[in-house]
Structure formats: C-alpha cells, structure tokens
C-alpha cells in the first residue's frame, strides 16, 4: 500500500504539469468557429470644410433612420461595423445594393451641397460617388477588442463639395 502512494506521490507534478497545460490552453473543442471579421464604414474629409455626412435610409442604421457624421477638415469619421467573410468593399456594397432607396448627403452647415443616389456598380476611378465600387479603399488595421479588423474608406473632396 505504501508503496503504491509512493509512486502516486512521485507522479503527481507530471499529472498537475499536464493537467495545467491542458486547462491553462483551453480546450480546442470550444474554438470550432474562428472570430467573425468585423469592419467599420468610414469618410475621410480632405476638404477645406467642415461638414456633416447624412446616411437616408442606410441599412446600417438598425432602424432606416439617417446617420449623421460631422467630420472636421481633414479628418476621418465612422459608423456602423459590419461582419464580413473575404472582400469588406464587396459585403458592403451587397449590403446596401438590397435597398434602391439608400442616400448620402453632404451638408456645409445647413445646406446640402451634394447628394448621391441611384444604384451601385464599378464605375471606375474618375467617378468619386460613395456607390461607386472603386471609390472605396480598404485599410486593415489591428484587431480591437470586438474583432474589427478593417476599415473601408470613402473620401470626400473640394471636388464634392464644389
């Protein structure tokens, strides 16, 4: 008997050792599904102006109602994180390619200086519309806490608002 304990005794830190590890690492089982990949919609204001970007109808939203982004000259703004798969631009634009009723504004204190509408589509570089496919830039940045890790950005030019 005493024996017996004895060899009990002497494997009991490879049993504690082992048993740590496994506890310590987390059972593999549980972390089947990888993170969702979330990524956040944002305007780059490169113009002189100070102005706010209205999002009518936006699916985005949660609740149809517009979103509002004052932006600052020369600043970056965001709204909403989406999850997405492989391409951020490409969940995007199948996201509000659903809802024809969808409109961005631009205002410059209470007056509207731009708006886009219509539908959305590559429509290549010259054309600077937040539906145009090519419009958008996707920046990947380190994951946060809530797993996002990108962001998509439209710029808004002096072009835009003129």
Request: proline share 4%; with cysteine; aromatic share 10%.
């Amino acid at each position: 008997m005493k024996n017996k304990k004895n060899k009990l005794i002497m494997r009991l830190p490879i049993i504690l050792i082992g048993l740590s590890l496994f506890l310590l690492t987390g059972c593999i089982l549980f972390n089947i599904d990888p993170p969702q990949k979330w990524c956040t919609v944002k305007f780059l204001n490169t113009s002189k102006h100070d102005i706010i970007v209205k999002m009518i109808n936006h699916p985005l939203s949660g609740d149809d109602t517009a979103i509002l982004i004052p932006i600052e000259s020369s600043r970056e703004e965001g709204t909403k994180e989406f999850v997405y798969e492989n391409n951020a631009i490409e969940e995007y634009f199948s996201i509000i390619a659903d809802n024809s009723d969808v409109k961005i504004e631009i205002y410059l204190g209470n007056i509207i200086v731009k708006q886009w509408n219509g539908s959305s589509g590559s429509f290549g570089d010259s054309i600077n519309s937040p539906f145009n496919y090519d419009s958008w830039v996707f920046e990947s940045i380190k994951p946060t806490g809530e797993n996002i890790v990108g962001e998509i950005v439209f710029t808004i030019t002096d072009e835009d608002i003129e």
